[in-house]
């Protein structure tokens, strides 16, 4: 059977995502379109790439994800050289090593540009914060004079992971009239809206993986200081759109993920706190199967 699918952010919790896209697989279903934000797009590019969920697992399995980090070379000692970084490079973090990887393990599948995807296969959230608006990857690219069939798949994957202060933003359009473009999670972690708008029919059941509790159970904030009163709004600010979204429609069709606990930018993981990752999303996956009607 076939479907559409949308795979939410979430950082180093993506790997469960793999683990619940490993059960959808043995279900036998088939994505026709895929949608991600930051670590999702990683996940919904591969996919559309044709890798299966052990190859996905296999790539991670042999990575080191502390490659990803991958901090300037300064004469300056890092402590004092990484608050330089996020002054003047806006992040801590080049992000080059990723969209490396990234461009690597695509073209090993024959996917460069979005020309080497059918049309809509592949789209990907990131935030335009110098405009104020969400991009959608690569549908708005000609808003910046860029022509999407020619657009690099790994760079829209970069622009949608821009995790604000971790990875260096993105900067695209022309050279006179840049514009910085951070994570996608910043405005819409978890796009569903992309296949699932009303007064439109949909053409097959959609399918969303999130790396988060049920609207319902979602745990309050910890607010009692400076630090958790800015993380409690970012969260707030990163899910407020979606969660609007989702608790009036469909979340019957959600598979989620409760992954409090584990940092997004938590790249440290031991191998055996991959696995458990992997394994939560399976037993989500499994138990949401139990009950889906499609």
Known sequence: MYIDGVFSGGGIKGLALIGAYEVVEEKGLKFTRLAGTSAGSIVAAFVAANYSSKEIKELLEELDLALFMDARKLLIPFPLAKWLFVYWKLGLYKGNALEKWLEEKLAAKGIRTFADLPPQTLRVIASDITNGVLLVLPDDLPKYGINPQRFSVAKAIRMSCSLPYFFEPVKLGPPTNKSIIVDGGVLSNFPMWLFD???????????????????????RHVIRNAIQLFGAMFETMKDAHDSRYISRKHAKNIIFIPTEGIAVTEFSLTKERQEELHQLGRACAQKFFKTWTY
């Open 197 to 219: 708008q009303e007064n439109i029919l949909k053409t097959r059941p959609v399918l969303g993986i999130s790396v988060r509790h049920h609207i319902a159970e979602h745990p």
